[in-house]
Nanobody, 126 residues
């Protein structure tokens, strides 16, 4: 599967963005989807994940209550709604897809994902 992330940009603190990740192929609903981010000088970190049906979502503690992950399997797209943006949210945001088995604990881990998008830059000004 190929993933194309979009929706990043420059936004003031307190603002909102909606990131999208479009997937190629006909089997999108068989993938667990995740969002990760990498800030300048830091390692990539887990942000959010959603199971295959969209019925369960998972978040990093740092984004709970501000970020919402969702998916539309008919459109082969996963979204990340980001509200109340903070300067520390500045990062390149990556979407990722996995067909692996395993419990939700694995959804937070980089190696669980087989496919990665190219990333979209979110810059939050103070």
């Amino acid at each position: 599967v190929q993933l194309q992330a979009s929706g990043g940009g420059l936004v003031q603190a307190g603002g909102s963005l909606r990131l999208s990740c479009a997937a190629s192929g006909r089997t999108f609903s068989t993938y667990v989807m995740g969002w990760f981010r990498q800030a300048p000088g830091k390692e990539r970190e887990f942000v959010a994940a959603i199971n295959r049906s969209g019925g369960s979502t998972y978040y990093a503690d740092s984004v709970k209550g501000r970020f919402t992950i969702s998916r539309d399997n008919a459109k082969n797209t996963v979204y990340l709604q980001i509200n109340s943006l903070k300067p520390e949210d500045t990062a390149v945001y990556y979407c990722a897809a996995s067909r692996a088995s395993g419990g939700s604990y694995h959804y937070t881990l980089d190696p669980y994902y087989d496919y990665w998008g190219q990333g979209t830059l979110v810059t939050v000004s103070s």
